[in-house]
């Protein structure tokens, strides 16, 4: 090749790829692919991470465990200021909970109380059961439900618009006088697993227990309440709200070697609700981010810009963790490129999306085209998609400063039967599944970092 013939070609190319052209990107990406799939690091930290330390609520010692294994992991992959930012979160503890069936037969009922709940008086409350599908159907029962359990059995249409029962159900049936609230648990299946989740009270009514129950309980006493059968149960909850306990988000950095001022957050939560191994919700999304920096690192590959791996605390139950940050970070802003967060399970990632707020339409398409060109040629082994969309909770409140949000999304296919619930447990992870998304986010990362591009 006549080096003399290419230089004009390459000048050009340089403009808009700085330091790194297309193929250059496309060799590293493969070689990334590669290594993911050999050494299977992301999996084999999930494995720990559900196995030895466990379910991880805010507050907890099992988060504190995995705060401070996350360090370690961080500095073993010779990643540099790795350390722990302080942040104050809720502690809610969720104790003992039963509920039984007294009439019209007798039946255990498998629940799960719902974070930010109260527990029930000592000894528990026994009260009828009404069944209702949906706020409406409670505003027609309206004072009848005074003393009541109201049971809020409506079917899963999505996660989205399911979920808004389980958040706000309680408040609405205090405010007619009910005793307590049980939800049909947010899912589209059920092997009698109820889903938690977090819920909130209106300020100014009364506080009253709220579960989540099992599909197959709350369509169980929808036909007895159509039977016309009284239905009345004993409802047993010991949860309470402790006060606020220390935690911290996790941060470490592969810094730039020609922008080091110039930020891209990678970001997963590093708390999990307190049953199961919060092994897709979050584990699997805090294990990638972190493999994909491991990745980059163990090749000797020398990003531009700065990469920041975040795990964030308490993103189930408070949003603590990217409240504090967005607090804490304000003067940086201007300099981070774009917040990433992946929170949507284990399963292939099949697209990146961009979340740039309020920009105009116009903004929006014209940063996205600028995102498929410069990173299309890198990604062509994973055959993802961009697209424009949401980001993610935690990055949400950077997002809504101004910060460029990007968010992952996951197949998911049978992620909403299992989050929130007993069965998020690390034996329905696919190995390959998470060396695929290691491997796709440490490409995604690192093309970027390699760039010029800014999304506004
Ligand atoms: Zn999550």
């Known amino acids: 090749m006549n080096p003399g013939r290419c230089l004009p070609t390459l000048l050009a190319t340089a403009s808009l790829f700085a330091q790194a052209p297309p193929e250059a990107l496309r060799q590293a990406s493969e070689r990334m692919k590669a290594e993911a799939f050999r050494t299977q690091g992301a999996y084999s930290d999930l494995a720990w991470l559900c196995d030895r330390i466990g379910h991880r609520l805010a507050g907890s010692p099992q988060l504190d465990q995995a705060i401070a294994w996350a360090q370690g992991r961080m500095k073993a992959a010779g990643l540099t200021n790795v350390h722990a930012e302080p942040v104050m979160v809720p502690r809610w503890v969720r104790g003992r909970e039963s509920a039984e069936l007294l009439l019209p037969t007798p039946h255990r009922i498998n629940l799960l109380g719902l974070g930010g709940s109260v527990g029930t008086p000592e000894g528990g409350l026994t009260a009828d ?11 027609m029962l309206g004072d009848a439900a005074k003393g009541k359990i109201v049971l809020f059995d409506v079917p899963y249409q999505g996660y989205g618009r399911t979920v808004v029962y389980r958040h706000d159900g309680a408040s609405k049936a205090a405010k007619y006088g009910a005793v307590a609230a049980l939800m049909r ?3 589209p299946v059920s092997l009698d697993t109820p889903h938690t989740g977090v819920m909130d009270y209106v300020p100014v009514l009364p506080k009253i227990p709220t579960a989540a129950v099992t599909i197959e309980a709350s369509t ?14 004993k409802l047993e909850m010991g949860a309470e709200t402790l006060p606020d306990a220390p935690s911290a988000n996790v941060v470490g950095e592969i810094r730039g070697t020609e922008k080091p001022l110039e930020v891209i957050i990678l970001s997963g939560h590093l708390d999990s609700w307190d049953v199961g191994q919060g092994a897709q919700d979050d584990g699997a999304g805090t294990v990638i981010c972190m493999e994909a920096a491991r990745l980059i690192q163990s090749l000797g590959l020398k990003p531009r810009r700065t990469l920041r791996v975040v795990l964030w605390t308490n993103e189930e139950n408070g949003l603590r963790g990217g409240l504090a940050y967005r607090d804490a970070h304000r003067a940086e802003f201007r300099d981070i490129v774009a917040a990433l967060e992946t929170d949507s399970g284990s399963e292939r990632v099949k697209s990146f999306d961009l979340d740039l707020g309020k920009a105009s339409a116009e903004a929006k398409a014209s940063a996205l085209a600028s995102l498929k060109t410069i990173l299309g040629t890198a990604m062509e082994p994973f055959a993802v998609t961009f697209r424009l969309g949401g ?37 329905k992870v696919d190995k390959d599944d998470l060396a695929f998304n290691a491997a796709v986010l440490a490409t995604f990362a690192y093309a970027l970092a390699q760039s010029d591009l800014r999304f506004q």
Do not use: K, N
């Open 129 to 139: 059961v009404v069944v209702v599908g949906s706020f409406d159907e409670l505003d």
């Open 185 to 187: 648990s947010v899912g």
């Open 220 to 233: 169980l006493m929808r036909r007895m309440q159509q039977r016309g059968e009284r239905i009345r149960m």
């Open 391 to 427: 980001s993610g909770a935690d990055v949400g409140p950077m997002v809504r400063a101004g910060v460029p949000g990007i968010g992952m999304e996951h197949a998911a296919t049978h992620y909403f039967d299992i989050h929130h619930s007993q069965a998020d447990t690390f034996d």
